[in-house]
């Protein structure tokens, strides 16, 4: 038989699906009442304890430093707007010794400098 131009009969992962058993091929054709489902549903909640596969964390992880992931961000950010206020400041002074316009009138061209 060909399918798709693959033989049926060849070693492929395809042709193994597709000579599979319509139940196991289809996933579950015969509802949550079957036996197969629930022996499925059994063997997972005997690997899990019956509690699901995710138990939420009760507490954000506290790192090495003692900082949570949370606690990084927030730094990291106001890290990067100081950097970027100092550069925008310096670039604007650069721009006024240039063109000899005064810093108070060019700021409000650099947006973290027109507060």
Not at 7 to 13: E, I, N, V
Not at 26 to 46: C, D, Q, V
């Amino acid at each position: 038989m060909n399918f798709f131009g693959k033989s049926l009969f060849s070693k492929t992962p395809f042709a193994k699906i597709m000579n599979r058993e319509i139940g196991e091929r289809l996933g579950n054709p015969l509802g949550e009442g079957s036996g197969a489902f629930l022996a499925r549903k059994a063997a997972l909640a005997a690997m899990t304890g019956g509690r699901g596969f995710r138990v939420p964390a009760r507490q954000p992880r506290v790192y090495a430093d003692g900082l949570t992931r949370g606690q990084r961000k927030r730094m990291r950010r106001d890290i990067c707007i100081v950097k970027e206020v100092r550069r925008q400041k310096a670039a604007c002074e650069a721009m006024s010794k240039i063109s000899g316009i005064p810093y108070d009138a060019l700021k409000f061209q650099f947006g973290s400098l027109a507060r």
